[in-house]
Nanobody, 126 residues
Framework: QVQLVESGGGLVQAGGSLRLSCAAP????????MGWFRQAPGKEREFVAV????????YYADSVKGRFTISRDNAKNTVYLQMNSLKPEDTGIYYC???????????????????WGQGTQVTVSS
């Protein structure tokens, strides 16, 4: 069982910033595309961002483009999500996920991912 461990969530005012971290086992991390998803209360989980294992390809959801930045530190087996200019609608549980096996759904679909973290709560107050 591969464990992904998120950290960095919390309560922040609108306009503020948070940085989420997700650590993965080394052998998993190095060959995985690493993604972030979130789930707001009463809503389905949605794609936020993904960085491919090579680091050369990154995708963002339109709702976070220009405000969030995904990055990875291969030496630390950690992926980050820097979140700036936070809005109340960014509130939710944020999950990181590792994608090793490729299906046909694409990196924005949660069913493409093999391993998940437990989630970290982000709350943005207005």
């Amino acid at each position: 069982q591969v464990q992904l461990v998120e950290s960095g969530g919390g309560l922040v005012q609108a306009g503020g910033s948070l940085r989420l971290s997700c650590a993965a086992p080394g052998r998993t991390f190095s060959r995985s595309d690493m993604g972030w998803f979130r789930q707001a209360p009463g809503k389905e989980r949605e794609f936020v961002a993904v960085m491919y294992s090579s680091g050369a390809t990154i995708y963002y959801a339109d709702s976070v483009k220009g405000r969030f930045t995904i990055s990875r530190d291969n030496a630390k087996n950690t992926v980050y999500l820097q979140m700036n200019s936070l809005k109340p609608e960014d509130t939710g549980i944020y999950y990181c996920a590792a994608r090793i096996t490729y299906g046909s759904l694409g990196p924005r679909n949660e069913r493409e991912y093999d391993y998940w973290g437990q989630g970290t709560q982000v709350t943005v107050s207005s």
